[in-house]
């Protein structure tokens, strides 16, 4: 089993930068791949990007290419996701969720733990 636990939430002003954390406990030698996932209300939980564990690569979706970057502490098994002007459509849940492989994925049902996630709401 693996705990995922996000902080870093909250309310920010439009423009604004916010970095949110992942704290990673239990098997996390099985984390192969930390992913980050918004989901704002009434929509589908949407990826945002993703952090290989073991060498550090990442990716990340079009629509936040450039102003998201996602980054890691192995010593203290967190992942960071740092996001870079907010706008007020930015508002969501932000999850952080690992799988057991190397390879990235885009999907939510790649994904095999989850945290219970933190709330960003972006004013204008």
């Known amino acids: 089993q693996v705990q995922l636990v996000e902080s870093g939430g909250g309310l920010v002003q439009a423009g604004a930068s916010l970095r949110l954390s992942c704290a990673a406990s239990g098997r996390t030698f099985s984390s192969y791949t930390m992913g980050w996932f918004s989901q704002a209300p009434g929509k589908e939980r949407e990826f945002g990007g993703a952090?290989?564990?073991?060498?550090?690569?990442?990716m990340y979706s079009d629509s936040v290419e450039g102003r998201f970057t996602i980054s890691r502490d192995n010593a203290k098994n967190m992942v960071f996701l740092q996001m870079n002007s907010r706008q007020p459509e930015d508002t969501a849940v932000y999850s952080c969720?690992?799988?057991?492989?190397?390879?990235?994925?885009?999907?939510?049902?790649?994904?095999?733990?989850w945290g219970q996630g933190t709330q960003v709401t972006v004013s204008s």
């Open positions: 969720a690992t799988r057991q492989y190397l390879s990235s994925s885009r999907l939510a049902s790649g994904y095999h733990y």
């Open positions: 952090c290989n564990w073991i060498g550090g690569s990442t």
